[in-house]
T-cell receptor, first 114, second 115 residues
């Protein structure tokens, strides 16, 4: 079946602009995660959606970052007033059982802020 | 606080050598889950293994094996007879509170296998 799909695969934007990154999880997966991976670095947790529960936003680095998950499926990560330090690969993952189950990752969106 | 430490930043081995990647975790929970992921040069993260805190039995899958020791809070990963295709960044991760938390990842170990 289809895996986790992210779009766009690459995004170049000017400092100060807003960007939206999209994630289509695996059908039926109740948990959805956003992580950020800077060049040569590990994975930084951003936000976690589990079913109908309130999302865990504890990893969002500033109020410029927000995310939504509509209909328990597609998710959009929005970064407002982008800064150069936001440049990174943004990874989306989904799982069928929260942190008990393996995460299935998308290929990521590479964001470059110039 | 929950934490995963992968002290080895980079490892380089010659093909056919055995190599062990270390992972040390911290949590006060009694029910937690540990994972290993592989990130090849193509970039996509690939799930390798999951272990829950109540199952300390070591596991072997082909050339891969995992040694889970609660006494030392370690979950080490060994590749036997390494191959060039094993070259990748390997991440260890932890989910605590009975798995009701997002995964926390270590910073990864970059493994280079030289022909």
């Amino acid at each position: 079946g289809a895996g986790v799909s992210q779009s766009p695969s690459n995004k170049v934007t000017e400092k100060g602009k807003d960007v939206e990154l999209r994630c289509d999880p695996i059908s039926g997966h109740t948990a959805l995660y956003w992580y950020r991976q800077s060049l040569g670095q590990g994975l930084e947790f951003l936000i976690y959606f589990q079913g109908n529960s309130a999302p865990d936003k504890s990893g969002l680095p500033s109020d410029r970052f927000s995310a939504e998950r509509t209909g328990g499926s597609v998710s959009t990560l929005t970064i407002q007033r982008t800064q150069q330090e936001d440049s990174a690969v943004y990874l989306c993952a989904s799982s069928g059982g929260g942190g008990r189950s393996p995460l299935h990752f998308g290929n990521g969106t590479r964001l470059t802020v110039t | 606080a929950q934490k995963v430490t992968q002290a080895q930043t980079e490892i380089s081995v010659v093909e056919k050598e055995d190599v062990t990647l270390d992972c040390v975790y911290e949590t006060r929970d009694t029910t937690y889950y540990l994972f290993w992921y592989k990130q090849p040069p193509s970039g996509e993260l690939v799930f390798l293994i999951r272990r829950n805190s109540f199952d300390e039995q070591n596991e072997i899958s082909g050339r891969y094996s995992w040694n889970f020791q609660k006494s030392t809070s370690s979950f080490n990963f060994t590749i036997t007879a390494s191959q060039v295709v094993d070259s990748a960044v390997y991440f260890c991760a932890l989910s605590w509170n009975s798995g009701n938390t997002p995964l926390v990842f270590g910073k990864g170990t970059r493994l280079s296998v030289i022909a």
